[in-house]
């Protein structure tokens, strides 16, 4: 059974400029989360797809937006890139939403300069 | 909003000692706690977890122990080993919510 594939692995952008990153859970899998990871701050969540709706969605700014296809895939979008947004973004699937445990991709290392 | 805390960014242990890494939480809704294990350049893995109907949940050298009047769950690993060297995260969840995770814990076990 494959895991949790992301992509890009590694990404590198200029600020200002925007960024989609892809998740594609495991088979069978319907949920979707996706953190961001910085030194200090540990995973903060960004937002969880369930059944291609927005079922949460984290403290951050109206940049970070997210959407889940009918494939259960999942992209995250970014807007006008801040040096700040420079983290380990992970996507985590799990069957269903919060009662079971999730299953981590790699991440994408996003760096902005 | 850091419902999920973890205060200690780091701990070393001796090899065959006991480590504890600590967790504490504030939403008091929440009733499924987990512990991930991280390695560099990899994702977390799942470890363990434990339901609010039960104050212990053991998994071999890996044991969980949730408090919930004091809002507390800890993990024990014993004996410690060298490969258990990586960032230790706690989560919680409320039925059919999100995650939420702590900053993580640094373990370091010695030789």
């Known amino acids: 059974k494959a895991g949790v594939t992301q992509t890009p692995r590694y990404l590198i952008k200029t600020r200002g400029q925007q960024v989609t990153l892809s998740c594609s859970p495991i088979?069978?899998?319907?949920?979707v989360s996706w953190y961001q990871q910085t030194p200090g701050q540990g995973l903060q969540f960004l937002f969880e797809y369930f059944s291609e709706t927005q079922r949460n969605k984290g403290n951050f700014p109206g940049r970070f937006s997210g959407r889940q296809f009918s494939n259960s895939r999942s992209e995250m979008n970014v807007s006008t890139l801040e040096l700040g947004d420079s983290a380990l973004y992970l996507c985590?699937?799990?069957?269903?939403?919060?009662?079971?445990?999730?299953?981590f991709g790699q991440g994408t290392r996003l760096t902005v300069v | 909003d850091q419902q999920v805390k973890q205060n200690s960014p780091s701990l070393s242990v001796q090899e065959g000692r006991i480590s504890i890494l600590n967790c504490d939480y504030t939403?008091?809704?929440?009733?499924?706690f987990l512990w991930y294990k991280k390695y560099p350049a990899e994702g977390p893995t799942f470890l363990i977890s434990i339901s609010s109907i039960k104050d212990k949940n053991e998994d071999g050298r890996f044991t969980v122990f949730l408090n919930k009047s004091a809002k507390h769950l800890s993990l024990h690993i014993v004996p410690s080993q060298p490969g258990d060297s990586a960032v230790y995260f706690c989560a919680a969840s409320a039925l059919n919510n999100d995650m939420r995770f702590g900053a993580g814990t640094r373990l370091t076990v010695k030789p």
């Open positions: 088979s069978g899998h319907r949920s």
């Open positions: 939403n008091s809704m929440f009733d499924y």
């Open positions: 985590a699937s799990s069957l269903y939403p919060g009662v079971t445990e999730a299953f």
